[in-house]
């Protein structure tokens, strides 16, 4: 208590001496502030013999004095070369040394640089004392506070497996210990947003029950060289008070990323944390219960000294999860809730592929508030519908009046074209609905394609998707001719480009490109060559044309698919398969 007040009243005498020198200085500026004479007025002075003394010097101005005056006067100094000797012949003694400042500016200007040298000092030390130990009290949970454990997670039934054996050597480290066994000193968990790679971290402590430290890696990223440093080594510090402990770090790759080979080129800042990170992981003995658990996206832009073994020596992926893991996330999200006895989870999952359990999450309590909003006692299908498809392309717009005829024919001819390239050649993918209502999200209609759950895609599925997301403008240009094809087709380009990019350079199953990853091999994410471009527009071209020869042959199933979403604006996936029939 006593140290606070001291602080505080040091605090206010640096303020008051501040102020105090401040206004002093102002009060003598205003005192000897002299007064100021047009260059005119100072010749017409000069030549009545009105001046007794003038100061020289290179600045723009010069001051003098007049006879029987104790007034300092300034006017503009002209730096011509025969001033002074002008000066002379009028009888005016100069003075060509150098402004100097009163004894009472120098005091002044010393106080205001030391006070505010105390200030920024004091402010650096409250704010290391403050960031040092991170809040800890705020990162820390105790092991009886977790309430995630391993009942908690769905899915991610080979992550558990990988992790359970560290769980049990938290917890009965002798049964390793006999055998010579050393515990990992630390679990990188790897894998796309929102997989769950945080909530298992957690899992591991409350299974283990241990107290949990969750940081994130931007929480070590400052501005000064070595408080990311510091504030590493005062994690560590107060997870080695515990015997045994979990200390999670979020989104790593914000200090780990490779470090540069350069001498000039590296951040000290994030090489210094970084090297703490690794020697405080270097420094735990074989007998600590401590393990360090880091998550990331991109682990393929760590650095190497992360991922050697004696440090993240357990790699850990938490991917996507498949349909029956999906199904196992949705009745988890769906117990305590109120649902209609028409949804299925397994028809939910299966038209969820490439949902994450976050997105799985957020899709069921967008239909929770969708069916609170219309005052219904059941989550039922609509709902999820609804939200299914909010947050798939955003809201539906309710004022679609100011959209033209030819505008919703247009959509609902692309659509169309999408959604009949889709079932002609991508059989097994399902359409679930076709749509030429606008979106909040900017879309003018969208047609839902969703692929079946499968590992891998072969040559021919890649083609199939890169024609699927050119038969849009296909169909446009079929009905309107090519002189009238819209700007409809920009997100369809920029995705057919990409799986075009990945089939030649990324995948090698361009004949002569070979098997190339072009990334690697030139070092860079972009590849520009103008023999590959226009190999690249040739396969573009190849691929656009069999799409229309398709498309072509099938010309009266795309008009009738079109007809029908222009009446009805939208189709369900029983509706499209009627039309096959």
Do not use: C
Request: proline share 2%; net charge negative.
């Amino acid at each position: 208590m006593k140290n606070v007040v001291k602080s505080k009243w040091m605090k206010y005498g640096i303020a008051a001496v501040l102020v105090i020198a401040v206004t002093v200085g102002i009060y003598i500026h205003k005192k000897t502030e002299p007064f100021e004479v047009t260059y005119v007025q100072f010749t017409k002075m000069l030549e009545d013999g009105e001046i007794s003394e003038v100061s020289l010097n290179s600045g723009p101005t010069m001051k003098f004095k007049i006879k029987g005056k104790n007034v300092t006067y300034r006017t503009d100094n002209p730096r011509v070369e025969d001033l002074k000797e002008t000066l002379l012949l009028h009888d005016v003694h100069v003075d060509e040394t150098a402004e100097t400042v009163s004894v009472l500016q120098y005091i002044l200007g010393v106080t205001v640089t030391f006070g505010f040298g105390i200030f920024i000092f004091q402010s650096l030390k409250r704010s290391g004392s403050k960031n040092g130990n991170m809040g800890l009290n705020d990162t820390k949970v105790e092991a009886q506070n977790l309430t995630v454990g391993f009942d908690d997670i769905a899915g991610n039934i080979e992550a558990k497996e990988q992790v359970h054996d560290i769980i049990d050597f938290i917890k009965t480290p002798e049964k390793y210990n006999k055998l010579g066994a050393k515990m990992p000193k630390g679990i990188m968990l790897y894998g796309p947003p929102g997989t769950g790679k945080t909530l298992m971290a957690k899992a591991i402590a409350k299974e283990a029950h241990v107290p949990f430290f969750s940081v994130s890696g931007s929480d070590f990223v400052q501005l000064y060289v070595g408080v990311g440093a510091s504030r590493v080594r005062e994690l560590f510090k107060e997870a080695k008070k515990h015997e045994k402990a979990v200390i999670f770090i979020d989104e790593i790759d914000a200090i780990g990323k490779k470090r540069s080979q350069g001498a000039f080129q590296g951040n000290d800042e994030k090489d210094q944390t970084l090297n703490a990170l690794l020697t405080e992981m270097s420094g735990f003995k074989e007998q600590d219960g401590i393990v360090v658990i880091a998550a990331t996206n991109r682990l393929d832009t760590l650095d190497d000294a992360l991922l050697r073994p004696g440090r993240f020596d357990r790699h850990v992926e938490i991917g996507y999860p498949d349909v029956n893991a999906r199904e196992a996330i949705i009745k988890l999200y769906f117990k305590n809730r109120p649902i209609a006895e028409e949804v299925s989870s397994m028809e939910l999952a299966k038209q969820t592929v490439f949902f994450t359990g976050a997105m799985l999450e957020n899709l069921i309590n967008e239909a929770a508030i969708e069916a609170a909003n219309r005052g219904d006692a059941y989550i039922n299908n609509s709902h999820l519908e609804v939200a299914f498809y909010t947050i798939i392309a955003g809201k539906e717009k309710k004022d679609r009046s100011n959209i033209s005829e030819i505008d919703r024919r247009i959509t609902a001819y692309h659509e169309a074209g999408h959604a009949l390239i889709t079932k002609l050649l991508a059989p097994d993918n399902s359409v679930t609905k076709v749509t030429i209502i606008p979106s909040t999200k900017g879309a003018g209609g969208f047609s839902m394609n969703i692929p079946k759950d499968k590992f891998y895609l072969n040559k021919q599925e890649m083609i199939a998707r890169i024609k699927i997301s050119l038969a849009g403008r296909v169909a446009e240009e079929i009905i309107l001719g090519k002189d009238y094809i819209t700007t409809g087709a920009s997100n369809d380009i920029e995705k057919a480009s990409q799986d075009l990019r990945s089939f030649m350079l990324k995948y090698g199953m361009d004949e002569e490109i070979g098997l190339i990853n072009m990334s690697v091999l030139t070092g860079k994410e972009t590849f520009e060559d103008e023999k590959w471009i226009a190999k690249s527009q040739a396969y573009m071209k190849q691929f656009y044309e069999e799409t229309k020869a398709v498309l072509l042959n099938n010309e009266e199933l795309l008009k009738i698919i079109a007809e029908t979403l222009l009446e009805k604006e939208t189709l369900d996936e029983k509706e499209l398969a009627s039309f096959f029939e």
